[in-house]
């Protein structure tokens, strides 16, 4: 069974570019999660997916941030004209439908000069 | 989701046992209580979780109060590679309605010494 799976595992980019994570979930998880995480804090909710469904939005998501999931399988994270203090890691997780238990991938580290 | 709170930070000696508090006194019915970790630069790791009973699996021991208010995660015999923040989330696991998003509080930095 191989885990929650995430690429690339870190990007630098310049300030106003955009970028894009993806995110593989555990095979047959319709459950997605993505966290996002700053330095000494610890992680924060960004949004919930139910198959290719997006369920929840946390109110960090910013008008700049888009998530998809479109086949219900892999899901990207798009942030368009990054800034500075979006350098934080993202985090993906997922569960299945009959168990609360999320397993988290290893997280793409975004570092925006 | 109830509110949680655990030390900022604890140490432990290489081999000992690790028990690491967490409080909760607002605690409802039907939230469970939930232990993961967080290794340096890595993903959090689910370690353990339980309702009112107490729970053992390969990694963890959990104790939680007869009044469910608190509970602690004990490591039995703590090694170097069980340094990490270490984070209690109490939540709902029930309803259609609920999403199941994980609320994290800072967590408690364990060190295990040689």
Redesign the interface.
Known sequence: DTG?SQDPRHKITKRGQNVTFRCDPISEHN?L?W?RQTLG?????LT?F?NEAQ??KSRLLSDRFSAERPKGSFSTLEIQRTEQGDSA?Y?C?S?DSLQ????????T?LTVL | DAKTTQPPSMDCAEGRAANLPCNHSTISGNE?V?W?RQIH??????II?GLKNNETNEMASLIITEDRKSSTLILPHATLRDTA?Y?CIV?V?RGSSN?????????TTLQVKP
Do not use: C, N, W
């Open positions: 929650v459950r999660y966290y804090q610890g992680p924060e909710f919930y139910q369920l929840e890691m985090l997780a569960r609360y238990t999320q397993y988290f991938g290893p997280g580290r | 469970y939930y993961y630069s890595q993903g959090p790791q689910y979780h923040v984070y939540r696991d999403t199941g998003k994980l609320i994290f509080g800072q967590g």
